[in-house]
């Protein structure tokens, strides 16, 4: 007498539980696989070494509007408002290389403006400029919470630091400074580039620099750095660009 095959398969349950026990067997191994690649990952973070970031201050760190402070120093009804201030430019790069005295640029400065107000107001004018942008703050922050070196890599001058220093604590968070005024070079001069990494001991592929200004840019990546030109109209852009460096 003939044995029925489909009742033999219904007598064996082990063969009737195979499929389940495939995908229990790949599923397993798939969670392995995963958990050692998370593995590898991490220890693939934790044994990369620390990046270096720097960052400008103006547009980056802190927006300003020099126009709207300064404007407060006019003499009442002057008829040219905005050439006179836009003459406060002409010496610019000399004060940012700190080539001009402080007290010398005040005194030149009120004239320009045809102001008679004091030095002191000068000061609380031309400091008075910044906003601090809170979203890049709370980036400086996870990056040095992170274990990463920050440097502050800035044009300025000797009338906005140390004062922005004291005025924000947030600085606080940066291991060093490369200022303009005291290298007697602004970017996107070379020079203060390779004073930079000079000082700083700086390896380019390890080395993030985040500008606002495409020209200071342009001399960063000529250096090999990894550069971002930042906009403050679109943080998240900047935010995507850092994460790909699992900073």
């Not at 220890?43 to 509007?65: A, E, K, N, Q």
């Not at 040219?80 to 290389?97: C, I, N, Q, S, V």
């Not at 942008?133 to 992170?146: D, H, L, Q, T, Y």
């Not at 620099?209 to 000529?222: C, V």
């Amino acid at each position: 007498m003939m044995e029925n095959r489909g009742s033999r398969i219904v007598d064996n349950p082990s063969i009737l539980h195979l499929p389940s026990a495939i995908f229990y067997l790949l599923s397993s191994i798939f969670y392995l696989l995963s958990s050692i690649f998370y593995l590898l990952s991490s220890i693939f973070y934790l044994l990369s070494p620390p990046m270096t970031c720097l960052f400008d201050i103006g547009r980056v760190l802190l927006d300003f509007d020099f126009e709207s402070s300064l404007a407060r120093l006019l003499p009442h009804g002057i008829l040219d408002p905005a050439a006179r201030l836009g003459r406060l430019l002409e010496r610019k790069d000399d004060f940012e290389t700190g080539a001009i005295h402080p007290d010398d640029y005040i005194v030149w400065a009120l004239g320009v403006l045809g102001s008679d107000a004091s030095p002191a107001a000068f000061r609380a004018a031309w400091q008075g400029i910044f906003t601090p942008n809170k979203p890049m703050w709370e980036c400086v922050r996870k990056i040095a919470c992170g274990g990463h070196r920050l440097i502050i890599f800035s044009n300025t001058n000797a009338l906005h630091c140390p004062w922005l220093f004291e005025a924000y604590p947030e600085f606080s968070v940066f291991d060093g400074a490369v200022l303009s005024f005291e290298t007697g070079h602004v970017k996107p001069r070379p020079e203060i580039y390779q004073h930079a990494v000079n000082v700083h001991e700086l390896v380019a592929d390890d080395t993030l620099y985040i500008d606002d200004l495409a020209e200071n840019i342009a001399t960063g990546r000529r250096f090999g750095f990894h550069c971002w030109q930042y906009d403050l109209n679109n943080h998240p852009a900047f935010e995507r660009w850092l994460a790909s460096f699992h900073v």
